[in-house]
């Protein structure tokens, strides 16, 4: 059958082969003192464009040090990650898949020793650490490192970089009256809260040509929370800055009880995708064909994002057009081999 599952899609130029992308998944493998990419990245990346994935982003890569996550965490804070990053980025592209990075600032959810930063001072949960308000230098400086971030992941030859808006991290944070409480241009409004992520956008387009998406998280799951219609202004806004696709994930910029089901997300790219007229990357619990070809089929996605599933079976792609019932290729190594 004809599937849009294993249908090529262009964006800004690009051509990736199916519309599988691998989501960015932290592998917490790095030396904890340099955040090179070491032999795991080596492996498990090209393993699953191997597996016929279209592409693949990258774990949130930390644009400052003390951006990152864990002290794990994939970095490109340096000139020095420029080389490891670049054969990653062949490795993956050599056996045809595109290669997107995310790029991310951990902000107050940083488990690194020293201090953490945020927007305003207020911690996570009871459990951990209290950040330090922003000021407009740490601001400015931020805002740098993700430039900065962004031409290194040009220099290193990635076809795709994803800024990290989601998940409670730096930027998800600046966007949420949950955890922004700033006085200044950075605080109060929508559009102030937007302010932040405007100029990272702003500032990353002025290095990087190619396509650009970004992750939010489009529910915080709290009263007083952000909800996805307030996303729909948000998403037209990083339209019209040039951003080609938003990979819509949810939650975790304060400790809620979310209600996980397959696709729970998928209503949330739906709605952007209509209401703000953008491309849309679903994700969350996709983990078999038909299921994905629903969702790009009803046009309630252009791509599918799949995490755990490509975790358990880099080799998803495979089964997935056998469920599919079509053929896809393979490297010629394993088609030699399947001829007998
Ligand atoms: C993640 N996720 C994630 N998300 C993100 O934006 N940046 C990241 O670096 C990570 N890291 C990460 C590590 C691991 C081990 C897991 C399981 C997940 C979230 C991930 O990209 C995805 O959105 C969710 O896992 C939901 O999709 P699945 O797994 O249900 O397909």
């Known amino acids: 059958m004809e599937t849009m599952l294993f249908s090529p899609y262009t964006i800004r130029g690009v051509t990736i082969k199916n519309r599988i992308v691998m989501s960015p998944m932290c592998m917490y493998s790095c030396d904890t003192k340099d955040g090179k990419v ?5 492996i498990h990346y090209p393993t699953r464009a191997v597996g016929q994935v279209g592409l693949i982003i990258v774990e949130a890569t930390a644009v400052a040090a003390q951006g990152r996550i864990s002290s794990r965490d994939l970095g490109i804070w340096s000139d020095e990650h420029v080389d490891g990053l670049r054969e990653l980025a062949s490795l993956v592209k050599e056996h045809g898949a595109k290669i997107g990075i995310q790029l991310a600032h951990a902000g ?3 488990e690194v020793d020293g201090e953490i930063i945020a927007p305003s001072a207020i911690p996570f949960s009871e459990k951990t650490r209290t950040p330090k308000e922003m000021t407009k230098a740490d601001i400015e400086e931020t805002i740098q490192a993700f430039q ?13 970089i994803e800024i990290h808006g989601a998940h409670g991290y730096l930027i998800n944070e600046f966007l949420s009256p949950l955890s922004n409480r700033r006085q200044d241009e950075y605080g109060g409004s929508p559009e102030n809260r937007y302010r932040f992520l405007g100029e990272i956008i702003d500032a990353v387009r002025e290095v990087w040509d190619g396509p650009l998406f970004v992750r939010i998280s489009a529910s915080d ?11 729909i202004p948000y998403a037209k806004r990083m339209k019209e800055q040039g951003v080609d696709l938003i990979d819509v994930s949810s939650g975790a910029v304060v400790p809620a009880n979310i209600h996980v089901y397959p696709g729970y997300q998928v209503p949330f790219a739906e ?4 209401e703000a007229n953008i491309a849309t990357g679903a994700v969350g619990l996709i983990t078999s064909g038909l299921q994905a070809e629903e ?5 309630r996605a252009d791509l599918v994002f799949l995490g755990r ?3 358990r079976n880099p080799y998803w792609p495979y089964d997935a057009a056998k469920e599919l019932g079509t053929a896809i290729s393979a490297p010629v190594q394993y088609e030699r081999g399947w001829r007998f």
């Open 38 to 42: 070491r032999n795991w990245h080596k």
């Open 108 to 110: 107050r959810k940083s």
């Open 148 to 160: 900065n971030g962004a031409r290194r992941a040009k220099e290193a030859g990635f076809d795709i």
């Open 221 to 231: 799951y709290h009263p007083e929370g952000l909800t996805v219609k307030d996303y």
């Open 271 to 274: 709605t952007i995708r209509r």
């Open 295 to 299: 969702i790009l089929r009803s046009g």
């Open 309 to 311: 599933e490509l975790l």
